[in-house]
């Protein structure tokens, strides 16, 4: 889930409400700033990329 809004308007909190929640039912959650998010993403897309290069 992501969440997007303005600063101030209570996205942290219902972001670590429902986590809390979903920890409760025995779900598996993780908690990421959308900088650390699109680093993940850039850094394995680009690894995918070296390896698929290499085999052509």
């Known amino acids: 889930?992501?969440?997007?809004g303005l600063p101030g308007v209570g996205k942290t909190h219902l972001a670590v409400a429902?986590?809390?929640e979903a920890i409760k039912?025995?779900?598996?959650t993780l908690f990421m700033?959308?900088?650390d998010?699109?680093?993940i993403?850039?850094?394995?897309?680009?690894s995918l990329s070296h390896r698929v290069d290499s085999y052509l």
């Open 18 to 20: 429902l986590g809390i």
């Open 1 to 4: 889930m992501i969440l997007l």
């Open 33 to 35: 700033s959308t900088q």
């Open 41 to 46: 993403f850039f850094y394995l897309y680009s």
């Open 37 to 39: 998010l699109l680093y």
């Open 25 to 28: 039912q025995g779900y598996p």
